[in-house]
């Protein structure tokens, strides 16, 4: 059964930065694309930005190209995400998602999400 589980979130302060974690484990050996996705406060959940199984494709969402980066560690079957420069906007529960069922929106695996406050 794969199981993702994401670190990093946190509370700064608008302008910080913040690198969250995805460590993957569990189901086939063979990576796939990888994804974040926030859900603020009574809004939808988003795709923050999505990376490819090798890690030479990416995508970013409009707002947030420029600031984050998204990266993979194949070896540790990890993934992050660099957020900085960070707006008040970015506050959101963020969840990392695995195995792109449409690339870069649909994915088959979820986190639980960890939790990101910016703050003024």
């Known amino acids: 059964q794969v199981r993702l589980v994401e670190s990093g979130g946190g509370l700064v302060q608008v302008g910080g930065s913040l690198r969250l974690s995805c460590a993957t484990s569990?189901?086939?050996?063979?990576?796939?694309?990888m994804g974040w996705f926030r859900q603020a406060p009574g809004k939808e959940r988003v795709v923050v930005a999505a990376?490819?199984?090798?890690?030479?494709?990416?995508y970013y969402a409009e707002p947030m190209k420029g600031r984050f980066t998204i990266s993979r560690d194949k070896g540790k079957n990890t993934v992050y995400l660099q957020m900085n420069s960070l707006k008040l906007d970015d506050t959101a529960v963020y969840y990392c998602?695995?195995?792109?069922?449409?690339?870069?929106?649909?994915?088959?695996?979820w986190g639980q999400g960890t939790q990101v406050t910016v703050s003024s």
């Open positions: 998602a695995g195995n792109s069922v449409r690339w870069p929106t649909q994915f088959q695996y």
């Open positions: 569990g189901g086939t050996a063979a990576p796939y694309a």
């Open positions: 990376i490819n199984y090798d890690g030479g494709n990416t």
